[in-house]
Every structure is written in C-alpha cells, then in structure tokens.
C-alpha cells in the first residue's frame, strides 16, 4: 500500500527556517495533487501550501512571500521551505496526495502521519 512520510519538523526560533520533506513509498502509478495542511492546538486544520504534478503552486495568505512548496516527481517528493518563521507558525504539519496505485483505477487521496514545528518567540 501507498504511504506518505513527513520529516524535518523541530524547534525553531522566530525569524530562522525549516525545510520539511514528504515522501511516497509503495504500489505508486501516478501522482497528481500533493500538498502541506497544518492544525494548531485548538485550531482547525488548514490547507498551507499546494502544488500539481506540472508544478502550479497555491498558499495560504498567511504564508506567502515566506514558505516555498516544491516536488520531485522523480523521487514521489514534495517539500516545504519555511522561511521567516512566526510563533503562529507552530502547528503539526501534515503531508497530502492524491495517489493512484498500481492495482487501482482511481486516485485515493493519503495522508501522512504529521511532523511538529515548534516556532518560539
């Protein structure tokens, strides 16, 4: 089966950078949406940043100008650069794709387990 696995999260101070990395593993054919989703305590959880196979990109108002979605579809990954960190940055951070495995005919949409930021002030 398909699974997606974040790292790269840990503690930060405000203003410094993080680079978080997802990874696919398993029956893999093909690979469409993949994108970063984070909830803070008590918050509900909200779409950060995506990207499309071809490379079109879409964030958050929140993070624009600061945190950089990218992938290789060579290695089934997608990152997240996160750059001039604020403390309302802290959140566990959760990796999203929508997967069509081998032996499917459709897409299934995973998620990964989440990776904690911890922005300080």
């Known amino acids: 089966q398909a699974r997606l696995v974040e790292s790269g999260g840990g503690l930060v101070q405000a203003g410094g950078s993080l680079r978080l990395s997802c990874a696919a593993s398993?029956?893999?054919?093909?690979?469409?949406?993949m994108g970063w989703y984070r909830q803070a305590p008590g918050k509900q959880r909200e779409l950060v940043a995506g990207?499309?196979?071809?490379?079109?990109?879409n964030y958050a108002d929140s993070v624009k100008g600061r945190f950089t979605i990218s992938r290789d579809n060579a290695k089934n990954t997608v990152y997240l650069q996160m750059n001039s960190l604020k403390p309302e940055d802290t959140a566990v951070y959760y990796c999203?794709?929508?997967?069509?495995?081998?032996?499917?005919?459709?897409?299934?949409?995973?998620w990964g387990q989440g990776t904690l930021v911890t922005v300080s002030s």
């Open positions: 999203n794709a929508e997967i069509m495995e081998r032996v499917g005919d459709k897409y299934l949409e995973l």
């Open positions: 398993g029956s893999i054919f093909s690979i469409s949406v």
């Open positions: 990207i499309t196979k071809g490379g079109i990109t």
